[in-house]
């Protein structure tokens, strides 16, 4: 693998022991996928929620952040992921005070390095979204599926250690998605039923990826005749990704490099029609009318100040059944804007609670579901219902509306 | 008796160990009892074995992003496996051994890995080189 006079000099140890880390592992990790050389980054994103670096995690970062300041700097803006702990609310969660101080230390950890704590994985949305042809390293595979297909920014998923050893290097290897080759449609999809709504949109998502199913297809989807909002593309490539491991999506004459089949030598693909039946399969696995609901979850990706917006008129005037619980999960940017339009104090009333900075099933999601004796879940979010069977709960799928609605009822409304 | 297996160079140091062998994927984070150190998801083809010091050999790598942490945190309480061949390593995973320092190579060329080798070889696995070689059966 090729290396500038820059990275070499990383390498050598002459800008310290952080970045001669960072340049070892991406060769470990460049060699690995034949990626020729490094291409630079302008952001990094950094998915390192407690329960997944745990105490070791800590240990690893609290030793880079010990360096000296000019050593232990990242390179390039770098920001983070929703944490596992709301440090403001984890106790009546069931969250313990070891799994906060896990928390306090790794922030503590970042700070000292200049990462940005953003705690969000809706950055496209609330921080600065990437441009096309932008080259990032960013976590959390709905982030990079929005940011490779909507944005027509470049890059791979990237986990927690890789995102940071692009932080402080300022580069990546360039394999995958940072090539043109890897961009180019794998599979073709005909959608003839237009979704309606966010769970809709998830939906579709979820089919394709499950459908296409692996890291290096890049599905491409003809018939879409109106063009997505922020929120519904959000809702589609966080469920294609977490369905199907999908890094990057077209949609014909929507996303932007795909005005046409041949921008993505999808010609002679055959085209695979996306029927009703694959739409209403995915969903009666998520069904259960009429069932009681232990808790209603809007999260996975956390909510935007709009969809924050329609869970307060939802929820307006009404109040949760007192045998289900209603949590929220946005970025603390949003927060600030909800409550300052009045939409968290609506939710609030409603009886739920509106958590900032974190995403449900990466809290510790297992924990506070036997701590708080929650099974049955219900969520508008095709990711999160996916997710969560692995964590010990029945997961149910509804509009956000039936969402709440079921929260006043206690019970799965359809 | 020995069989040499080439395969696409990999990441970490050369190990030698005993094979644990499954026609089946892996996700460190919905497959694996970290604490106890077992396959515990049910369906599993390996649910209730333990992969504590084993040579894993499996189809492919599953799992989100934050599977990356994972395997450095397993290492580090000395709860993970000596190594992992794969016939298809997933990118997160591979970010994940670099971090831990433990070997992982796939792609092997004369196919599929989990056929290749038997739950109870004896291997030695190069990653450098990308050669696995099976000492005893």
């Known amino acids: ?414 | 008796m020995s069989i040499e297996l080439k395969c696409h160079a990999g990441i970490g140091e050369r190990v030698e160990g005993i094979a644990l062998v499954a026609q089946d994927n892996f996700s460190a984070r919905y497959d694996l009892d970290r604490i106890k150190g077992v396959f515990s998801r049910p369906e599993h083809a390996l649910a209730g074995q333990s992969y504590v010091d084993k040579i894993l050999v499996m189809n492919t790598a599953k799992g989100g992003v934050a599977s990356a942490w994972m395997l450095h945190e397993m290492k580090s309480r000395g709860m993970a496996p000596t190594a992992i061949l794969f016939n298809a390593a997933n990118t997160i995973l591979a970010q994940g051994a670099a971090l831990a320092n433990l070997p992982m190579v796939d792609r092997f060329e004369d196919g599929d890995v989990t056929t290749l080798i038997q739950t109870g070889d004896r291997l030695i696995v190069e990653p450098a080189s990308g050669l696995v070689t099976v000492t005893s059966r």
Request: proline share 5%; charged share 20%; aromatic share 8%.
């Open chain 1, 1 to 414: 693998m090729q290396l500038n006079s820059e990275l070499e000099a990383m390498l050598a140890g002459e800008s310290g022991r952080a970045r001669q880390w960072a340049v070892e592992h991406q060769l470990q990790v460049g060699r690995m996928f034949d990626a020729p050389d490094m291409v630079r980054v302008s952001q990094a994103h950094m998915m390192a929620d407690a329960e997944s670096i745990g105490i070791p995690g800590v240990e690893f970062m609290e030793g880079l952040a010990a360096l000296p300041v000019e050593e232990r700097r990242v390179a390039i803006p770098m920001i983070t992921d929703p944490r596992g702990v709301d440090l403001d609310y984890y106790d009546p969660l069931g969250q313990t005070e070891d799994m906060a101080n896990i928390e306090r230390r790794f922030i503590a950890a970042c700070r000292a390095m200049g990462i940005l704590m953003t705690n969000t994985c809706i950055n496209y949305q609330t921080v600065m979204p990437p441009v096309l042809g932008d080259h990032v390293a960013y976590g959390d595979t709905g982030v990079v599926i929005y940011s490779n297909s909507i944005c027509g920014a470049r890059s791979n998923f990237e986990g927690g250690p890789s995102a940071l050893a692009a932080g402080l290097t300022g580069y990546t290897p360039r394999y995958g998605l940072h090539l043109d080759e890897c961009r180019r449609a794998t599979r073709r999809f005909v959608v003839s039923e237009q979704p309606q709504g966010l769970t809709d949109w998830g939906v579709l998502g979820a089919v394709i990826g499950r459908k296409a199913g692996s890291y290096w297809e890049v599905p491409v989807v003809e018939g879409i005749e109106r063009v997505p909002t922020s929120d519904e593309a959000k809702h589609m490539g966080a469920a294609m990704a977490s369905y199907g491991s999908t890094p990057l999506f077209h949609i014909v004459g929507v996303t932007p490099e795909c005005e046409s089949l041949c921008d993505v030598d999808a010609e002679c693909l055959e085209a695979e029609p996306i029927t009703r039946d694959d739409l209403n399969a995915l969903r009666s696995s998520f069904g259960a009318h009429g069932e009681k609901v232990d808790v209603v979850v809007f999260a996975a990706p956390q909510l935007s100040l709009v969809e924050m917006q329609r869970v307060a008129d939802l929820c307006r005037d009404k109040h949760r059944h007192p045998d289900t619980d209603v949590l929220v999960c946005t970025a603390a940017s949003v927060y600030v804007d909800a409550k300052s339009a009045g939409f968290i104090d609506t939710i609030e009333a409603f009886g739920a609670r509106v958590l900032q900075g974190t995403c449900f099933y990466q809290q510790y999601a297992r924990e506070i579901g036997e701590a708080n004796g929650w099974t049955r879940l219900l969520s508008n979010s095709t990711k999160i219902v996916n997710i969560l069977g692995g964590y010990g709960y029945r997961p149910a799928l509804a509009s956000m509306e039936n969402c709440v609605a079921s929260a006043v009822a206690g019970k799965v409304v359809a």
